[in-house]
């Protein structure tokens, strides 16, 4: 079975920075894309970035680019999202997403989200 | 890139059959064959129901069907339950490598 667990979430001031994980488990992980999606309070789902399963692309939604970056480390089953110049429009809960495929991919799994919050 | 356009909420009753439209352009939708939909209950993790137009994720009832005309997406759910109740959100991928979410689906069960 997958499993994505979400953590690093919490209260980020305005500016600062937060380091976002996704722990994986139940699958070839370095086989498979994963992504980011956040809900902001009162609004849907939002595509944030998208690593492929090698790590060799990369993409990213026009309101995160060049603020928030993906990684991944394939011999931990984790992705990271560091989230830099954060803004109010950041306050969202942010959700890991699996990949069907290595690349473009839709989302098939989906980890239960962590939280992130940005407030002075 | 714009999201894609749902009506903000549909509604059925026990039984009948309910379809959830999903509109993008030449870019998106209309371009592709990657057009997803989730069933989503808010703070809990999205559920992927079907894939690229018409293929059910696994472990999807077969009341669930996808298709897609033109620029347009579909969600059919048929033989409406209870349990069915939740939001909807469709997704497409983008000509700008991205990915575009709906602005979701609010499915009410009379």
């Known amino acids: 079975e997958v499993f994505l667990v979400e953590s690093g979430g919490g209260l980020g001031q305005p500016g600062g920075s937060l380091r976002l994980s996704c722990a994986a488990s139940g699958f070839t992980f370095r086989s498979y894309a994963v992504s980011w999606v956040r809900q902001s309070p009162g609004k849907g789902l939002e595509w944030v970035s998208t690593i492929s399963g090698s790590g060799d692309s990369i993409y990213y939604a026009d309101s995160v680019k060049g603020r928030l970056t993906i990684s991944r480390d394939n011999s931990k089953n984790t992705v990271y999202l560091q989230m830099n110049s954060l803004s109010a429009d950041d306050s969202a809960l942010y959700y890991c997403?699996?990949?069907?495929?290595?690349?473009?991919?839709?989302?098939?799994?989906w980890g239960h989200g962590t939280l992130v919050t940005v407030s002075s | 890139q714009s999201a894609l356009t749902q009506p903000a909420s549909v509604s059925g009753s026990p039984g009948q059959s309910v379809t959830i439209s999903c509109t993008g352009t030449s870019n998106d939708v209309g371009a592709y064959n990657y057009v997803s939909w989730y069933q989503y209950h808010p703070g809990k993790a999205p559920k992927s129901m079907i894939y690229d137009v018409n293929n059910r994720s696994p472990g999807v009832s077969n009341r669930f069907s996808g298709s897609k005309s033109g620029n347009t997406a579909s969600l059919t759910i048929s033989g409406l339950q209870a349990e069915d109740e939740a939001d909807y959100y469709c997704s497409s991928y983008t000509a700008s490598t991205t990915w575009v979410f709906g602005g979701g689906t609010k499915l009410t069960v009379l």
């Open positions: 997403a699996k990949g069907r495929r290595a690349w473009l991919s839709d989302f098939d799994s």
